[in-house]
C-alpha cells in the first residue's frame, strides 16, 4: 500500500517564476494539507483540501494557491517566486483522523 | 490563536538511556489533540505518539510516553532505551480544532542525538 507520494523531490527555481508541486495521497485518504517547513523551523500549515475545496487556509500570501483533483491527489502552486519561499514543501493526506505525510519537495529560489 | 513551543533545540543521549523532551503549548479551546513527530534525514514526519486532551491517562506506545499536565499546557515526550535509530528531529504539534483534523501547529522541533 503505497503511502503518500510526492514529486519533484527536489527543484531549483529563478525569483519571479512559477512553480507546482504534486500529491498523491495514500490509498483510501481523501483530505489533502500542505506544510512549508523552512530550515531549522517546525512545519507551517498552508492549506487543506476536501472534496475539491480548499477547506482551511493558514497565513499566507495568494501567491500560493491550490487544486484537488477527482481522484484526490493534489498540486500546489506558487506564484512570483521569493527567496523567502525556498523551503521543503510537505504534503499529509488523511481520512477520518490521522495524517500520513510524504517526504516533500525540496524547493530553492536563487 | 494556538501556539507550541519547545525550548531545547537539541538534545543527547547514550544509547540505552532515557531522555525527555519537553513541549508547552496554548490553546482557548478545551476538546484538542497533541502529537509527537519525528523527521529523520528521509525528511518525512512520522507519527510517535497521540493524546487526547480529554482522555486523563497519558499515552504509551512501546519505548515512548507522554506526560500530559493539562492545567500547565505541557506535554513531554519520554524516551526509553534509546536506540541509534531514534536520532531525529521530533516535533511537538497540537490540533485544537476538536477532531476535525483541519490543521497541525507545530514547535520549532528538538533535534536528538543518540550516542552509541
Known amino acids: 500500500d503505497a503511502g503518500v507520494t510526492q514529486s519533484p523531490t527536489h527543484l531549483i527555481k529563478t525569483r519571479g517564476q512559477q512553480v507546482t508541486l504534486r500529491c498523491s495521497p495514500k490509498?483510501?485518504?481523501?483530505?489533502v494539507s500542505w506544510y512549508q517547513q523552512a530550515l531549522g523551523q517546525g512545519p507551517q500549515f498552508i492549506f487543506q483540501y476536501y472534496e475539491e475545496e480548499e477547506r482551511q487556509r493558514g497565513n499566507f500570501p495568494d501567491r500560493f494557491s491550490g487544486h484537488q483533483f477527482p481522484n484526490y491527489s493534489s498540486e500546489l502552486n506558487v506564484n512570483a517566486l521569493l527567496l523567502g519561499d525556498s523551503a521543503l514543501y510537505l504534503c499529509?493526506?488523511?481520512?477520518?483522523?490521522?495524517?500520513?505525510f510524504g517526504s516533500g519537495t525540496r524547493l530553492t529560489v536563487v | 490563536a494556538q501556539t507550541v513551543t519547545q525550548s531545547q533545540p537539541e538534545m543527547s543521549v547514550q544509547e540505552a538511556e532515557t531522555v525527555t523532551l519537553s513541549c508547552t503549548y496554548d490553546?482557548?479551546?478545551?476538546?484538542?489533540?497533541l502529537f509527537w513527530y519525528k523527521q529523520p534525514p528521509s525528511r518525512q514526519m512520522i507519527l510517535v505518539i497521540r493524546?487526547?486532551?480529554?482522555?486523563?491517562q497519558n499515552a504509551t506506545e512501546n519505548r515512548f510516553s507522554v506526560n500530559f499536565q493539562k492545567a500547565a499546557k505541557s506535554f513531554s515526550l519520554k524516551i526509553s532505551d534509546s536506540q541509534l535509530g531514534d536520532t531525529a528531529m521530533y516535533f511537538c504539534?497540537?490540533?485544537?480544532?476538536?477532531?476535525?483534523?483541519?490543521?497541525?501547529?507545530f514547535g520549532k522541533g528538538t533535534l536528538l542525538t543518540v550516542n552509541p
Open positions: 499529509a493526506s488523511s481520512r477520518g483522523y490521522g495524517y500520513t
Open positions: 490553546t482557548s479551546e478545551s476538546n484538542y489533540y
Open positions: 493524546q487526547e486532551a480529554y482522555k486523563q
Open positions: 490509498s483510501g485518504h481523501d483530505t
Open positions: 504539534a497540537l490540533d485544537n480544532s476538536g477532531g476535525s483534523n483541519y490543521k497541525l501547529t
